[in-house]
């Protein structure tokens, strides 16, 4: 298994491209099972292993994927398979997105229920809610969930809380179903509005995606589209606390600020210096930063997905900084790897309380998931001296050419087999 070797405490210093956002182009390839017709994905991540495991999803669905570069080509090949694969759901919790397309499509759909992951039990009853406010049935065979319905009905559903997938889920769902369905209390991560805005392309009506009321229009029969994906805002935010943590100064290109507005605002309290315009973010920081404390919120708020970098950053900050995490249950196993670097960090319940420390010191420490990794990534470029990452998969489930991005902005570090 690769690890991945950082000689720390240079500061990052220069440009780095940001990638196609992993967690938009899942869902719209996935939105390619609504339509026998040829679909062309531009700005994929199609390095990252999640990117393969969905082509690999596509495939064994019946699709054919063909990529060049980051344009991903999705044709069909005659009837689709209405089964997802368990093999294939393990490795990748979203393929239960595929459920949404083939039920409308097909009236009967069989996925393996994901299950929890190191983040924690990850339920997916708000999707299954929906679908049977759409008129399907459901039951559970063997770790599978089958749901039917002769034809989705639309619907109004109102889910119980903002969730990212079920919202996707459904209105996949509803793209594909005549009538007018209405989601309330949708998500608004911007990876909603794109998926939108993909579903538009295919022909249905879409109004509302990234806004907490999403209403879909559907069609029974979907023409295919060409597409571009959105900037990671993930990505990006990561790169932007490295750079902070490592006192540099960065320019992304392709990022967008106004997707990371509730980051760049608890950047700049912390004494980051920001500038931004269209398509790009400069971040400079010149001493230690200042302690802030965040809570994680469904978007707007401060995303979950960069509570683990923010806590890197904060090991490091004059005085103490609290981090709660409020959307996902166990999403604190960066604390104890931080801590082997020297961090003061006191977990209880979903709190973390960390006293910033003057330096990081390098240190063998292991990814447990794609954002603790990325939490590693930054503590082990700011750290003084070696640091190894083992299981470095896990952050290649969500960053591209990782090395090559940050050695391109003066970090050493290489990837050992
Ligand atoms: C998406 O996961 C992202 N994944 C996650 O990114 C991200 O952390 C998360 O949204 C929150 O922003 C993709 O887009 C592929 P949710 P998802 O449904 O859709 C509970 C990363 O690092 N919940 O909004 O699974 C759930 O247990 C990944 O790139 C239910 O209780 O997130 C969790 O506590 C990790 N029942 C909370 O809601 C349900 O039916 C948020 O989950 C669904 C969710």
Redesign the pocket.
């Known amino acids: 298994m690769d690890r991945l070797i950082i000689e720390g405490g240079k500061p990052l210093n220069g440009t780095i491209m940001v990638s196609g956002a992993?967690?938009a182009a899942?869902?719209i390839l996935i939105a390619t099972l609504l339509t026998d017709e040829p679909c062309v994905i531009e700005n994929v991540p199609s390095t990252l292993r999640?990117l393969r495991t969905t082509f690999r999803l596509l495939e064994s669905l019946g699709k054919k994927v063909v990529v060049e570069g980051s344009t991903v080509r999705v044709f069909s090949t005659g009837s689709l398979k209405t089964q997802a694969p368990y093999e294939i759901v393990k490795q990748?919790?979203?393929s239960v997105?595929a459920a949404g397309p083939l039920l409308a499509r097909f009236g009967l759909v069989r996925v393996p229920i994901p299950g929890g992951c190191a983040?924690?039990?990850?339920?997916?009853?708000?999707?299954?809610?929906g679908f049977e406010a759409m008129g399907a049935r459901r039951i559970a065979d063997q770790g599978d969930i089958i749901m039917s319905a002769p034809r989705l009905k639309a619907a109004a559903i109102k889910l119980r809380?903002?969730?990212?997938?079920?919202?996707?889920n459904l209105m996949m769902a509803a793209a594909a179903t005549p009538g007018k369905t209405t989601i309330v209390n949708a998500?608004r991560?911007p990876?909603m509005e794109d998926l939108g805005k993909f579903l538009g392309r295919l022909g249905a009506t879409v109004r509302g995606a990234g806004t907490s009321t999403v209403t879909i229009v559907g069609k029974p029969k979907l023409n295919g589209a060409r597409h571009t994906v959105i900037p990671d805002r993930?990505e990006a935010g990561t790169f932007l606390l490295a750079c902070a943590a490592t006192r540099g100064r960065v320019r992304l290109q392709g990022a967008q600020a106004a997707h990371l507005g509730s980051v760049l605002a608890a950047l700049k309290k912390a004494g980051a210096q920001i500038r931004s315009g269209q398509g790009w973010i400069e971040l400079s920081m010149e001493r230690r930063p200042k302690a802030v404390s965040i809570a994680t919120k469904?978007?707007p708020g401060f995303?979950?997905?960069l509570q683990a970098p923010w806590m890197s950053l904060m090991t490091l900050c004059t005085g103490c900084a609290k981090v709660t995490e409020t959307?996902?249950?166990n999403r604190f196993l960066h604390a104890a790897e931080l801590g082997r670097m020297g961090a003061q960090i006191a977990v209880s319940g979903r709190t973390a309380v960390i006293a910033g420390q003057e330096c990081l010191s390098g240190a063998p420490i292991m990814a447990s998931?794609?954002?603790a990794g990325a939490a590693l990534l930054v503590a082990g470029l700011a750290a003084k001296g070696r640091t190894t990452i083992a299981r470095v998969y896990h952050i290649d489930?969500?960053y591209e050419v990782v090395e090559q991005k940050l050695s391109g902005a003066g970090a050493r570090l290489e990837r050992q087999a």
């Open positions: 992993k967690n899942l869902p999640d990748m919790r979203a997105l983040i924690g039990l990850r339920p997916i009853d708000i999707h299954l809610k809380f903002p969730s990212v997938g079920a919202t996707q998500a991560e990876e993930i469904p978007y995303p979950t997905d959307v996902f249950e998931d794609i954002r489930r969500g």
